[in-house]
């Protein structure tokens, strides 16, 4: 998250990246979500089903945003980390990693 800050937004002139970021803010809640239930040993990997099927509608419909912005763009590479950490946790969890 240090690289926060050389993120350059010129939100002003872009509209589209307005929209974006609350996406991603609920996005990175969701993942927040997910790494909270994943540590409490009281809830079931079954309850953490949920969250994964959301983590993969959300990847989906955050994708083609994506691949819509232009390379070197701050958000667009925020957002491909994102993208990739529930890429990657959603094909562990699935695989069965956690049992």
Request: aromatic share 4%; hydrophobic share 35%.
């Given at each position: 998250?240090?690289?926060?800050?050389?993120?350059?937004?010129?939100?002003?002139?872009?509209?589209?990246?307005?929209?974006?970021?609350?996406?991603?803010?609920?996005?990175l809640t969701?993942?927040?979500?997910?790494?909270?239930?994943?540590?409490?040993p009281?809830?079931?990997?079954?309850?953490?089903?949920s969250?994964?099927?959301?983590?993969?509608?959300?990847?989906?419909?955050?994708?083609?945003?994506?691949?819509?912005?232009?390379?070197g763009?701050?958000?667009?590479?925020?957002?491909?980390?994102?993208?990739?950490?529930?890429?990657?946790?959603?094909?562990?969890?699935?695989?069965?990693?956690?049992?």
């Amino acid at each position: 998250m240090g690289n926060l800050d050389s993120i350059c937004l010129d939100l002003a002139s872009q509209p589209e990246k307005k929209q974006i970021l609350p996406r991603m803010d609920r996005f990175l809640t969701l993942l927040e979500n997910y790494q909270k239930q994943m540590e409490d040993p009281r809830t079931s990997l079954k309850e953490t089903s949920s969250i994964v099927t959301q983590m993969e509608q959300q990847t989906q419909e955050l994708l083609p945003i994506l691949e819509s912005l232009s390379e070197g763009d701050g958000i667009k590479d925020l957002l491909n980390r994102i993208l990739v950490t529930s890429t990657v946790e959603t094909i562990k969890f699935n695989r069965g990693d956690y049992l």
